[in-house]
Every structure is written in C-alpha cells, then in structure tokens.
Nanobody, 124 residues
C-alpha cells in the first residue's frame, strides 16, 4: 500500500501560481503510476496530469496543457504540480492518486489510492 498526503493549496488571484505537493509513504515510490485529479464544486472528479510508472511519460488534460507541469522527486517520494496562469475555473479540491498499473488512468475509478485532497481557490 501507499499513503498520499497533499499540500500547497490556497487562495490565489487569477493569473497567479501555486505548487502542490504529494508526499508518498509506504511501498516503493517507483511501484506506482502517479497522478493529479481535481473536483470542482458540484462537478465530477476529473483527471489533471499524471506519470507512467517509470516516470518516463507525462500526460495532461487539454484544459491545463501549457499551464500546469507535473514533476517528481524520487529521493523525496514526492510528486509536484506546478500551476501557472491560474483561472477561476481551476478552482477545485486537488487530489493525488496512485495506481499499480503501468500508466496512470484518466478515469478516477481506476486509480487505487487517494490522498484527502487540498483546496485551490482562484479568485477573479
């Protein structure tokens, strides 16, 4: 198993930046494909960005391409989400997730482990 703890959320103005962190503990970090998802108010949870298990491939939702960057520090067992040029529609609870599959899934139900989330609010 792996435990995931997100941090770094907060209130930011439109056009600003935030960096989210996801600290993983438990099984070897490299055993999982990791990803970020978000759930806007009164909407379904959606995929944001993710890695393949090897870390060699990265995937992004069209809505965040060019603005968000996912990265990882294997020595610290931590995945990051750098969010730039934030928009009010980016407001959501952001979740870190992991799967033992080779590649992160864009379907939330196919991810195996979840953190509790961190709230990002972007004001206009």
């Amino acid at each position: 198993q792996v435990q995931l703890v997100e941090s770094g959320g907060g209130l930011v103005q439109a056009g600003g930046s935030l960096r989210l962190s996801c600290a993983a503990s438990g099984r070897t970090f490299n055993s999982y494909a990791m990803g970020w998802f978000r759930q806007p108010p009164e909407k379904e949870r959606e995929f944001v960005a993710g890695f393949s298990r090897s870390g060699g491939s990265r995937y992004y939702a069209d809505s965040v391409k060019g603005r968000f960057t996912i990265s990882r520090d294997n020595a610290k067992n931590t995945v990051y989400l750098q969010m730039n040029s934030l928009k009010p529609e980016d407001t959501a609870v952001y979740y870190c997730a992991a799967t033992s599959a080779r590649v992160v899934s864009t379907t939330p139900g196919r991810m195996d482990y979840w953190g509790k989330g961190t709230l990002v609010t972007v004001s206009s």
